[in-house]
């Protein structure tokens, strides 16, 4: 695992945006079609606007792109606001030249959620594996929606939210009531088929999850710990995030050599 500990969010964001850029160069000058794998909330979105910028005042393309996102809120309506492939297309892929119908997330209006998410998961492997897989951390170290307690070997599927996750994703909805309680998500087995995973997280609130995930054991208990076993991961830090490791001084040292 590689961790990357930054100034800020702003640098943090720049970090991500040259993992991403660099696999969307390197598939377009192969011929190769990049396959990436989009968070929503507010971790990834400084990487989003860098992202932006640089399709705008560098040319970055992103026409041969297929996207697929995280997870997806079961009961929205498709034009909700907050219905992840909306909040998606606002904060990044309307301001690129992606194509619309290359960007796929789980359908949570489907009458049988459960279908919708096996359906989902065969997309995933029928697409191929992800190149980069962009990560958020919950408060309680969920990564995608997989909660503590979620099996480290867990398909996509139907699953519910802690109370401490829909109070915390309540500020982007008109009340706590309206936050949906159950969503579709990509398992915590499936995120890690990505041949590179990247999680983001900025501020003093993630500080102990990211430590857990980071330091602590490998268990169900923080679902982000899973990027233990993974062999390609990194991690992008600003300072409070960074706040609780054990380990800060080694990631610096280590990252300044170039050798995480």
């Known amino acids: 695992m590689r961790?990357?500990?930054?100034?800020?969010?702003?640098a943090g964001g720049r970090a991500v945006a040259d993992i991403v850029a660099r696999v969307v160069q390197e598939a377009g000058s192969a011929g190769?079609?990049?396959?990436?794998?989009?968070?929503?909330?507010?971790?990834?979105?400084?990487?989003?606007?860098?992202?932006?910028?640089?399709?705008?005042?560098?040319?970055?393309?992103?026409?041969?792109?297929?996207?697929?996102?995280?997870?997806?809120?079961?009961?929205?309506?498709?034009?909700?606001?907050?219905?992840y492939r909306q909040v998606i297309r606002r904060e990044l892929t309307d301001a690129l030249d992606i194509d619309p119908s290359a960007v796929h997330g789980p359908d949570g209006t489907h009458p049988d959620p459960a279908t919708a998410a096996a359906e989902y998961e065969r997309a995933l492997t029928k697409a191929g594996?992800?190149?980069?897989?962009?990560?958020?951390?919950?408060?309680?170290?969920?990564?995608?929606?997989?909660?503590?307690?979620?099996?480290?070997?867990?398909?996509?599927?139907?699953?519910?939210?802690?109370?401490?996750?829909?109070?915390?994703?309540?500020?982007?909805?008109?009340?706590?009531?309206?936050?949906?309680?159950?969503?579709?998500?990509?398992?915590?087995?499936?995120?890690?088929?990505?041949?590179?995973?990247?999680?983001?997280?900025?501020?003093?609130?993630?500080?102990?999850?990211?430590?857990?995930a980071v330091e602590g054991p490998l268990t169900a208990s923080c679902p982000a710990s899973v990027l233990q076993w993974h062999p390609r991961a990194t991690v992008v830090l600003d300072e409070p995030a960074a706040a609780g490791l054990r380990h800060g001084e080694h990631y610096r040292y280590a990252a300044a050599l170039d050798l995480g």
Do not use: M, W
């Open 129 to 212: 594996p992800v190149a980069v897989q962009l990560l958020g951390i919950g408060t309680n170290g969920h990564i995608g929606f997989n909660e503590p307690g979620s099996s480290l070997r867990s398909p996509t599927r139907v699953t519910t939210l802690t109370e401490r996750t829909r109070s915390d994703n309540a500020r982007f909805f008109r009340s706590l009531a309206a936050v949906p309680r159950r969503v579709i998500t990509q398992g915590l087995e499936t995120i890690c088929r990505a041949e590179h995973l990247v999680l983001i997280a900025a501020g003093a609130a993630k500080a102990d999850a990211v430590a857990a």
């Open 3 to 10: 961790v990357l500990i930054l100034p800020d969010a702003r």
């Open 32 to 83: 190769e079609r990049p396959v990436l794998g989009l968070a929503t909330g507010s971790s990834p979105l400084p990487a989003y606007r860098e992202l932006i910028r640089r399709h705008r005042t560098e040319g970055l393309s992103f026409a041969g792109v297929e996207a697929y996102l995280l997870d997806e809120y079961v009961g929205l309506p498709a034009a909700h606001p907050q219905a």
